[in-house]
């Protein structure tokens, strides 16, 4: 028996008034998800433990299987692990994400306008990083360029001081969201490298948002997650664009894919995510496949409708579509679970902690049902899986 779990980011969402009051994924033209809905089980998942934020950190770890309140040390220390930064004990991570602000003056009255800087490409992410850290003097701070936006920073014997996240804020004046030293005098010192920066004045200049300031969030020490082979008994494969996925990959055994050209925004190489799960589960003998598709979070928190569908559309033609012809046609007996992690509406551009919907699939055991996957057909059915990590064993049958 093969497995396969395919996760769309924040796929999630509320009905929309202009779709009809249907959601981006009702809404969309999903044929394979709702072909294998109506031969599998839909319901709800409940992945945010309760008293804990919504996010992909604590949701991803909770669909794999790993209790957020026992195993969640913080969102930045995953993402470390995946790029290969080496935490002391004493250490503290931090994201530090390059963000869009806009002009206002004093800095504490500028509105944060893009949490991604319009998806920036990594290479020049990294040119930015560079130019600020050229300013930085201290010591105490190393550091560690990420995946498109998304880098981090390592505090020596540093203080895990919790901070707003920037996609929690977008359109608002980020004074009352500001943290204090040490981290706003380096925010401030980033925006001034920053705003003249050629490489933003180009951006400018084609119509795209500058990548113009550090954020700061996500701290937490260095996690330890125990091995999903010897937790589950199977061996897996991650395959994601973003670090944080990879790390969990990293930090529970799993072997982590590279896909060339996985960017996490919508235009990603879908096809060389599914491909990389085929090859891993029938060429190389892994038993289990974890496929992390960022695009719809992404999307979610654009705030735009018409490419969030999109993001779903592509979802199910060029991930889940490939994936499940490629087992049936191996012969191989095999599951499949879709599902979120979290929703993110694009009423409120960030994460909530509402469940969401699964669909569950065994080709040895076809159902017949009259089920369209989307989260109003998964409460209909009376389906409740309770618990995120209880997911996993629901999928590997233990």
């Excluded at 390592?154 to 004046?173: M, S, T």
């Excluded at 009352?176 to 200049?205: A, T, W």
């Excluded at 469940?355 to 998964?378: I, T």
Aim: aromatic content about 8%; proline content about 7%.
């Amino acid at each position: 028996m093969k497995y396969a779990l395919i996760l769309g980011d924040g796929m999630a969402d509320e009905p929309i008034e202009s779709l009809g009051n249907r959601t981006p994924l009702e809404y969309a033209s999903t044929p394979m998800m709702d072909e294998l809905a109506a031969k599998g089980e839909i319901g709800i998942v409940h992945t945010i433990p309760k008293g804990m934020k919504p996010g992909s950190d604590t949701a991803n770890l909770s669909v794999l299987g790993y209790d957020p309140k026992r195993f969640y040390s913080g969102r930045s220390p995953l993402e470390a692990l995946s790029i290969g930064v080496p935490m002391k004990d004493t250490d503290i991570s931090y994201r530090v994400n390059i963000v869009t602000l806009d002009g206002a003056e004093p800095f504490e009255a500028k509105t944060i306008i893009d949490h991604s800087s319009d998806e920036i490409c990594t290479e020049d992410s990294a040119v930015l990083l560079k130019a600020v850290l050229e300013t930085f003097d201290d010591p105490r701070f190393q550091f560690y360029a990420g995946t498109s936006y998304r880098h981090c920073m390592i505090w020596d014997k540093g203080e895990a001081v919790e901070l707003q996240q920037p996609h929690d804020h977008l359109g608002e004046v980020i004074g009352p969201y500001l943290p204090g030293e040490p981290f706003l005098s380096m925010m401030k010192k980033s925006y001034e490298v920053l705003k003249d920066h050629p490489l933003n004045q180009e951006r400018i200049r084609k119509g795209l948002n500058p990548a113009n300031c550090f954020w700061f969030w996500g701290a937490g020490r260095k996690p330890l997650l125990e091995s999903f082979e010897k937790k589950f008994g199977k061996k897996g494969v991650m395959i994601s664009a973003v670090d944080l996925l990879k790390g969990i990959g990293v930090g529970s055994g799993m072997t982590v894919v590279k896909v060339e050209g996985a960017t996490g925004g919508l235009n990603t190489n879908y096809e060389g995510k599914a491909e990389a799960a085929v090859n891993a589960l029938l060429r190389d003998g892994y038993d289990f496949a974890y496929v992390h598709v960022e695009a719809p979070d992404e999307m979610g928190h654009q705030g735009s409708v018409e490419k969030k569908i999109r993001s779903i559309e592509y979802l199910d033609q060029r991930v889940i579509r490939i994936v499940k012809e490629a087992l049936d046609a191996s012969g191989e007996d095999y599951r499949i679970l879709v599902l979120p992690d979290h929703p993110t509406p694009i009423r409120v551009r960030t994460h909530t902690a509402d469940p969401v919907p699964y669909l569950l699939y065994d080709s040895a055991d076809p159902q017949q049902h009259e089920w369209k996957y989307n989260e109003r057909e998964a409460a209909l059915s009376g389906n409740d899986a309770g618990e995120g990590p209880a997911m996993m064993p629901k999928l590997l049958q233990i």
